[in-house]
């Protein structure tokens, strides 16, 4: 997919095995019970910081604001020169500067404040527990596991418990502390967890998703049932929806960014007039800093490539008269046909998708599945069962 230009490293930054395993910090199931809402969601970046990048982008934005004004002032009086032109080509370029860094740090946090938070699918009345296992979260009209071996973050607050299974972080299970059979305890596992793996910059890719599920599934399957198995590739998701979203939003980031390179480049020329030199050694430097985003994406991607192709994840499950069913290494999901708001065919893909909007969906290619026939009767029952549709 398009690359996003504030992708964090590809390296990988968690928790190294040399931690203990999650199961070592809990000692007992831990039930519970209640209300979770989208603000929860919210708050486990704002307040909990699920995600590192929230604050760290805007700190070091607004680091480089102060720097570039504390050094552009300090050598104007280094020169002597203070006159009244002087002066208000310094403050000219900071106020240029200084816009262009507001803009960014304002999309940055819009993107990982409210938006990624926006794709979480567990909402309303929750219920369920966490052992030394997994954990094992249910909604009115989903159910999801999660073994806690694959914990990669966790973050807390007094009121907020988050984990993560995926190094992308773009989905996350928030718990609300309270809602918990145990508070105390809750407050205390959570933190252990959280000191032993903390919050870490998401990766662009977690290869662990592209390998086969272990262990068995929780659910039973019915005989009436429509299976499918197999890696689902990056083009398969061609024409859906969900990718002409994120399409945009990767897009508006780059402008954003754009917007940013320009605004440092007009500041300068403020301050010091056109240069070839100082103009010529911040085009270079742009070209280093789009050229390092590219190589990495590239090779991320091309380490998860098969035969060319750019195997997103690997899954197997089924759809029946109940719902769908999905099983990945990370963890497993039944949702009911109620869960899903809408859905789209495409000639390569069936989409359902949990939102009004179109950010977040569960996919299930035409190769998932034996052959011509399962695929035509999987997308007649999805036609039948789900009240909202969207075909391309």
């Given at each position: 997919?398009?690359?996003?230009?504030?992708?964090?490293?590809?390296?990988?930054?968690?928790?190294?095995?040399?931690?203990?395993?999650?199961?070592?910090?809990?000692?007992?199931?831990?039930?519970?019970?209640?209300?979770?809402?989208?603000?929860?969601?919210?708050?486990?970046?704002?307040?909990?910081?699920i995600r590192t990048d929230y604050r760290s982008a805007t700190r070091v934005m607004l680091a480089l604001a102060g720097a570039y004004t504390l050094a552009t002032g300090v050598l104007t009086l280094a020169l002597g020169d203070v006159d009244f032109d002087s002066v208000i080509r310094v403050l000219l370029s900071t106020l240029v500067l200084v816009g262009g860094i507001?803009?960014?740090?304002?999309?940055?946090?819009?993107?990982?404040?409210?938006?990624?938070?926006?794709?979480?699918?567990?909402?309303?009345?929750?219920?369920?527990?966490?052992?030394?296992?997994?954990?094992?979260?249910?909604?009115?009209?989903?159910?999801?596991?999660?073994?806690?071996?694959?914990?990669?973050?966790?973050?807390?607050?007094?009121?907020?418990?988050?984990?993560?299974?995926?190094?992308?972080?773009?989905?996350?299970?928030?718990?609300?502390?309270?809602?918990?059979?145990?508070?105390?305890?809750?407050?205390?596992?959570?933190?252990?967890?959280?000191r032993a793996f903390p919050p870490a910059p998401p990766q662009l890719i977690d290869q662990r998703k592209q390998t086969p599920p272990e262990g068995d599934c929780l659910f039973s399957m019915s005989e009436e049932a429509i299976a499918f198995e197999g890696p689902f590739y990056e083009d398969n998701a061609q024409d859906t929806r969900l990718l002409k979203t994120t399409?945009?939003?990767?897009?508006?980031?780059?402008?954003?960014?754009?917007?940013?390179?320009?605004?440092?480049?007009?500041?300068?020329?403020?301050?010091?007039?056109?240069?070839?030199?100082?103009?010529?050694?911040?085009?270079?430097?742009?070209?280093?800093?789009?050229?390092?985003?590219?190589?990495?994406?590239?090779?991320?991607?091309?380490?998860?490539?098969?035969?060319?192709?750019?195997?997103?994840?690997?899954?197997?499950?089924?759809?029946?008269?109940?719902?769908?069913?999905?099983?990945?290494?990370?963890?497993?999901?039944?949702?009911?046909?109620?869960?899903?708001?809408?859905?789209?065919?495409?000639?390569?893909?069936?989409?359902?998708?949990?939102?009004?909007?179109?950010?977040?969906?569960?996919?299930?290619?035409?190769?998932?599945?034996?052959?011509?026939?399962?695929?035509?009767?999987?997308?007649?029952?999805?036609?039948?069962?789900?009240?909202?549709?969207?075909?391309?």
């Amino acid at each position: 997919m398009t690359p996003n230009p504030y992708q964090a490293p590809l390296s990988d930054s968690f928790a190294t095995a040399s931690s203990p395993p999650p199961s070592h910090f809990v000692p007992h199931r831990l039930e519970f019970q209640g209300q979770l809402t989208r603000q929860h969601h919210r708050d486990a970046v704002i307040k909990a910081g699920i995600r590192t990048d929230y604050r760290s982008a805007t700190r070091v934005m607004l680091a480089l604001a102060g720097a570039y004004t504390l050094a552009t002032g300090v050598l104007t009086l280094a020169l002597g020169d203070v006159d009244f032109d002087s002066v208000i080509r310094v403050l000219l370029s900071t106020l240029v500067l200084v816009g262009g860094i507001l803009i960014f740090c304002r999309h940055q946090r819009w993107l990982i404040g409210t938006r990624i938070p926006g794709f979480q699918l567990a909402t309303g009345s929750i219920r369920g527990w966490i052992d030394a296992e997994g954990l094992w979260i249910e909604t009115e009209q989903s159910q999801a596991y999660q073994p806690l071996s694959k914990l990669v973050a966790c973050a807390a607050t007094h009121e907020l418990w988050v984990i993560s299974f995926a190094k992308e972080l773009t989905f996350w299970q928030t718990l609300p502390i309270e809602a918990f059979s145990d508070p105390a305890l809750a407050r205390s596992v959570a933190a252990d967890l959280q000191r032993a793996f903390p919050p870490a910059p998401p990766q662009l890719i977690d290869q662990r998703k592209q390998t086969p599920p272990e262990g068995d599934c929780l659910f039973s399957m019915s005989e009436e049932a429509i299976a499918f198995e197999g890696p689902f590739y990056e083009d398969n998701a061609q024409d859906t929806r969900l990718l002409k979203t994120t399409k945009q939003v990767v897009w508006q980031t780059w402008l954003v960014l754009a917007v940013l390179l320009i605004s440092l480049l007009v500041s300068i020329l403020t301050l010091t007039g056109f240069r070839s030199l100082y103009v010529g050694l911040l085009f270079l430097w742009i070209g280093l800093l789009l050229a390092g985003i590219f190589y990495r994406v590239r090779r991320a991607r091309r380490s998860a490539s098969e035969k060319g192709r750019l195997v997103a994840w690997w899954s197997w499950g089924w759809l029946d008269d109940e719902g769908y069913v999905a099983m990945t290494s990370l963890g497993q999901t039944r949702a009911t046909w109620q869960f899903f708001d809408h859905y789209e065919i495409t000639d390569d893909a069936i989409g359902l998708y949990p939102h009004q909007n179109d950010t977040a969906c569960c996919l299930v290619s035409r190769e998932q599945f034996a052959g011509a026939d399962d695929w035509n009767r999987a997308t007649a029952l999805v036609k039948s069962k789900v009240r909202c549709q969207w075909e391309a």
